[in-house]
Structures are given as C-alpha cells and as structure tokens.
C-alpha cells in the first residue's frame, strides 16, 4: 500500500518519538500518572530524538503520489471510534496519535491525519522528548511534500493542499500561542465533524481559555473532557492557567491541576511555571515557585531516602522547607518530624538546624500572606504574571 508525504515524515518522526521516550521512562510514566509516577529528566531522550529526525525533510523521502483514500468510511469510522474508546478509558498512551494519523490518511482526511500526528508530537513536547522547533519544522516539510508530490487521479490536488496547509498553519499558530489565528484556522476545518472531546476539539478549547474566555460554560467543557488527556501535561497545564485567572473558587482548582502536570513531567517545559502557579496560590511570590515540591515529589523523595538510609536525600526538600509556611512546606515539614524519630534522621535534622530550623522536629504555625497581584483577562504569551 502506498501512503503520501505526510505517513513517512511522520513515522520517521514517530518511530525516534517511541524509541526516545521509551528510553527514558516516559511510557510507563504516562500510564501511570493517577498513581504520580513520573517521567524521568528527558534531556537525553531530546538529545537521542533530534538526532534520529534531524534529516527528516520533504525532499530527501521518496514518497511517490499522493494515493486515493484506501480504507472504506465504515470501517475507517470504526477504527476511529475504538481508539477514542481507548483514550478516554485509560488516557492518551504512545502511539495512539499516530496510529489515528493513519487511519485518517487512509480516509482522505489528510487534514485530520496532520492533527492526529500533532498529537503524538505534542505529547511528547510535553515530558520534553523533542522541541517546539523540530515539531514546526516537521510541519514546514509536510506541506512542502503536499505541495510538491503528484496526486492519483480524481483527487482535488488543490483542496488536499489548501486543507494541509491551513491545518499546518493553525498548528503552529497554537505552537506560537497566536491564539485568535489558531482559533480561526481549526475551527474551519474542524468545528463540525469531531466529537467534542476529540483532540481539534481540544485545541480550540485551548485557545478560547488563553484568549480570556474563561466563563463557566468554557472551563465545564474543558474539565469535561479530562479522560481523554489524563495523560498530557499541556491539558492540565492549560486547566491551570485558566482557573488561576478566572479567580474566586475556580481559582483553588489551579493548584491541584497544575501539580497533576509537574507530576507528569518534573523537568518539562511546562512545570516551572505550574509550580509558579502553586507559589501564588498557596500565598507565595512567583519567583518561589523554583523551591515548590509537589505533594508526590515530597513522598518520593522521603521513600527514595528512607529505603537507602540516606538523610542527605532530602536535600531536594530543603528549599522547600525554607519558604514562609504554605501547604507544601508543612506537609513536608510533618514528613520530617516523622522521619525524626529515627534515630539516624533525627541526628541528621539536628545538625542542619543551624542552617534550616525547619529541618528540625518543630510544629510550625500556618499563615498565609499574599504578595503581589496578578493581572487576569487575557493570558500572556509565556504566563508572566507577576
């Protein structure tokens, strides 16, 4: 069976995407996010995935024709409805994204194809397998391969582009957080024929919640669609953003959202500014969200020290103990005064208490205190809100 442009440059890209995630226990990660396992630092996984796709480009891959639609609608719909099954029982799992892609291809949906394999992309920008960068050039490749590629008899050579391009663009618009452009170019291609929990869909959630349309109606339909996306760190990450700004009660969801993301990728792009938004939520600064732990971190670093004996493996905490007191810093507080009682522990604590009192058995007294303020409507590109 022959496939166009985009099912090579996306299964070169893909296939690096499995073998880099895999390698650094991203897979196993997202699969068990409700338990807070967490992917590992992705910095080598980048390293290994850019290195396997940087000579993806549209004119080094012999692709041929772009070949009329091979699979029949009935069972391409079925094949669709099972894999949406699949992600809304269990979350997004590798792999899924592309073989939706697929599925698509072998439709006629090229557009939704495109999308489909975007899914798979942003999956893996989110536990920092592969930059922004490489993902825009890959779409700069596809549409070149559209654009350049003969096409089989019958089709409409110039619709198949102007749809692949208009999906690319409104990709990476969204890539760029140009929102009103996003928004445009999705919901012309998008708006009527997806289920409303499908990924476009969710895109253009998105957009509307970080263009400040952040009524009850938005963050319902956005929070309504969370099986599906259990796995991705940008849902919870966008879910975040929008209840800190909408302010009042759907602000204290913020917190919760955004440690789901930092458990999912500790070091991804996405969780310096999620434990930001923990900090001004708690009743700290922004700036003190770089010694936020999250509620797992806190209990994985303490297993990880106790099953080797070792006290100094709660360095990773001591920032955290050092702020003004704020959920995170007691609960990992009351971890140590646990911890104390052990003899090996408490002799430890003792000796850091000169330069961290919290280290020690004390009960420290909850306050709460708000610095600065936060400027709400639309969101900024980049969540500067300081």
């Known amino acids: 069976m022959k496939h166009c442009a985009l099912f090579f440059i996306c299964a070169a890209l893909s296939a690096a995407l499995v073998a880099a995630c895999t390698n ?64 809304r029982s269990g979350g997004f799992e590798q792999g899924l994204g592309f073989a939706e892609s697929q599925t698509r291809e072998q439709s006629g949906d090229y557009a939704g194809a495109l999308i489909a394999a975007y899914k ?47 999906a690319a663009d409104g990709i990476l618009a969204f890539i760029q957080e140009d929102w009103k452009n996003a928004e445009e170019k999705l919901s012309a291609l998008f708006a009527d024929d997806y289920e409303a929990d499908s990924f476009p869909k969710w895109m253009l959630m998105a957009c ?3 263009s400040g349309q952040l009524g009850r109606e ?8 969370r099986s599906r996306y259990v796995n991705f760190p940008e849902y919870w990450y966008r ?13 204290l969801n913020a917190a919760g959202f955004a440690e789901r993301c930092v458990n999912l990728s500790v070091e991804g792009p996405y969780a310096a500014e999620c434990r930001e938004i ?3 939520i708690s009743g700290l600064r922004s700036q003190d969200g770089e010694s936020i732990k999250t509620r797992w971190e806190i209990e994985d670093t303490v297993t990880r020290s106790l099953e080797a004996s070792d006290p100094a ?11 003004p007191d704020n959920p995170y810093t007691l609960y990992a507080a ?6 104390a009682q052990n003899s090996l522990f408490g002799d430890y604590f003792t000796a850091q208490r000169g330069e961290n009192p919290r280290t020690a058995a004390g009960a420290p007294v909850l306050h709460s205190r708000w610095q600065g303020g936060r400027v709400c409507g639309v969101l900024t590109k980049g969540g500067r809100r300081l």
């Open 218 to 225: 938005e963050r319902s339909a956005y929070n309504g669609i």
């Open 239 to 251: 879910a975040a953003r929008a209840a800190e700004c909408a302010g009042g009660s759907p602000s």
């Open 278 to 280: 923990i900090a001004r």
């Open 313 to 323: 493996a709660l360095s990773p905490l001591f920032p955290l103990l050092a702020l």
């Open 24 to 87: 650094s226990g991203v897979k196993d990660s997202a699969k068990d996010a409700d338990k807070g396992e967490t992917a590992a630092n992705a910095e080598q996984s980048a390293v290994s995935l850019l290195e396997g796709a940087s000579s993806i480009n549209a004119s080094s891959i012999d692709v041929g024709r772009v070949e009329a639609p091979s699979a029949d609608a009935a069972a391409a719909e079925a094949a669709l409805e099972e894999l949406a099954e699949r992600e």
């Open 334 to 339: 009351a971890a140590m005064r646990t911890m």
């Open 120 to 166: 798979e992309l942003a999956w893996g920008y989110g536990y920092g397998a592969i930059s922004s960068e490489k993902i825009e050039l890959t779409l700069d490749s596809v549409k070149e391969a559209f654009s350049t590629r003969d096409y089989a008899e019958g089709l409409d050579r110039e619709q198949i582009i102007s749809s692949v391009n208009s």
């Open 208 to 210: 509307r919640l970080e």
